[in-house]
């Protein structure tokens, strides 16, 4: 069998890099480079700027972008631990309903309800909740009637030829009635 000898030198930058490496400085460097450098800002958590044509911001960490959505996704996302008790919301009909109209997990609406028994003040609780169920329906009610009767008899199709649409025939005087009754279900309190 033959000797192998290494025959290779190393440079000065080869034993600077494995003097790094072995000291635990593997990121510095080991020679000078010239050329372009992009220009880089740090940010820190909870900043908000503008890069190609978009808001960026820094939330737990992480570069994200800022959208018009954002709101709404707060209001509709369920966290990962209840924002009132610090517990974990399990995914679950319960936590997602509580959610939906709490904002917090389905054991604190339950000691809150509780809580309200004991102290004599959970009839008039749901009542309220009651009341704003049935005024946002009635409320659903209106606005429907109304954009039903505000549909123009007339309208011009693709063509431009303006072609006449009759309804059902429904009198005004009943729908200004029907609109008088539900204001007065919605004055009536559960």
């Not at 503008?50 to 570069?63: P, S």
Request: with cysteine; hydrophobic share 30%; net charge neutral.
């Amino acid at each position: 069998m033959s000797e192998s000898n290494l025959r290779k030198e190393f440079s000065k930058r080869d034993v600077q890099r494995m003097r790094n490496i072995i000291t635990g400085n593997a990121g510095s460097a080991t020679g000078v480079q010239s050329g372009y450098t992009k220009q880089s800002q740090d940010y820190q958590e909870g900043d908000v700027w503008e890069e190609d044509g978009r808001q960026w911001t820094i939330k737990n960490g992480i570069k994200q972008t800022v959208t018009k959505y954002d709101a709404l996704k707060h209001l509709v996302v369920m966290p990962l631990t209840c924002p009132n008790c610090g517990r974990a919301m399990k995914i679950n009909r319960y936590n997602k309903e509580m959610w939906g109209i709490h904002k917090k997990c389905f054991d604190c609406v339950i000691e809150f309800e509780t809580r309200l028994r004991q102290e004599g003040k959970f009839e008039e609780y749901q009542s309220n909740i009651m009341n704003a169920n049935k005024d946002a329906l009635l409320d659903d009610a209106i606005n429907a009637i109304d954009n039903w009767t505000n549909i123009k008899e007339t309208f011009v199709n693709e063509a431009g030829d303006v072609e006449s649409w009759m309804g059902s025939g429904v009198d005004k005087q009943e729908i200004i009635k029907l609109k008088e009754q539900i204001k007065e279900l919605k004055n009536q309190q559960f």
